[in-house]
């Protein structure tokens, strides 16, 4: 099994500039989360998603925007790159909401 | 504000010796507290803890939780090098399908 894959693993944008990272679960897993880590920090959660269709904000939205319109995919946009969001930007799924995650291999973002 | 501290923020130990790790937390009804390690990539699943005063167990790793006092203890015994890793906390907000984490405790296990 694949279990939560991200992409890319590393990239580099220039201030001002749009990507999408990708997420993808095959666990059939009805929640998803984004999260970043920076330096030296814990995880702080971005978004997250209760099932396809309905996506709500962690404790760091700004800057950020997700879709969940299938239960596999769950894509972080990130308009208007700011260097505020170089980090370390991981994925994760689980079945239940109070259950374990699994994590994907994470994104290194860097904005320059 | 929901919080979760962990202590302390970094360790260095030999092979063979035992460590505790603290896990301590502002978040009142609670249902579960997870423990996840992280060595250089994706946090890897340790423990989850629902009740209190159970420990779970997994080989030289151990963890309790005692939720009168808001706090859970990670206990690594005969530490490893492997052991080396920054170990995360995590406590569900109630009424949220949500996660906080701590800002994690960084280990490292010297041969």
């Known amino acids: 099994n694949a279990g939560v894959t991200q992409t890319p693993k590393f990239r580099i944008l220039k201030i001002g500039q749009s990507m999408t990272l990708q997420c993808t679960q095959d666990?059939?897993?009805?929640?998803m989360y984004w999260y970043r880590q920076d330096p030296g920090m814990g995880l702080k959660l971005i978004y997250y998603?209760?099932?396809?269709?309905?996506?709500d904000k962690g404790e760091v939205p700004n800057g950020y925007n997700v879709s969940r319109s299938t239960t596999e995919d769950f894509p972080l946009r990130l308009e208007l790159a700011a260097p505020s969001q170089t980090s370390v930007y991981f994925c994760?799924?689980?079945?239940?909401?109070?259950?374990?995650?699994?994590f994907g291999q994470g994104t290194r973002l860097t904005v320059v | 504000e929901d919080k979760v501290v962990q202590s302390p923020l970094s360790l260095v130990v030999h092979e063979g010796d035992t460590v505790t790790l603290n896990c301590s937390y502002e978040?009142?009804?609670?249902?579960?507290l997870l423990w996840y390690k992280q060595e250089k990539k994706a946090p890897t699943f340790l423990f989850m803890l629902?009740?209190?005063?159970i420990e779970k167990k997994s080989g030289r790793l151990s963890s309790i939780l005692d939720k009168k006092e808001l706090f859970s203890i990670l206990n690594i015994t005969a530490t490893q090098t492997g052991d080396s890793a920054i170990y995360l906390c995590?406590?569900?907000?109630?009424?949220?399908?949500?996660?906080?984490f701590g800002t994690g405790t960084r280990l490292k296990v010297l041969a």
């Open positions: 994760a799924s689980s079945f239940g909401g109070t259950t374990e995650a699994f």
């Open positions: 666990m059939n897993h009805n929640y």
């Open positions: 998603s209760v099932g396809a269709g309905i996506t």
């Open positions: 978040v009142t009804n609670f249902r579960s």
């Open positions: 629902t009740s209190s005063g």
């Open positions: 995590a406590v569900d907000l109630p009424g949220t399908y949500k996660y906080i």
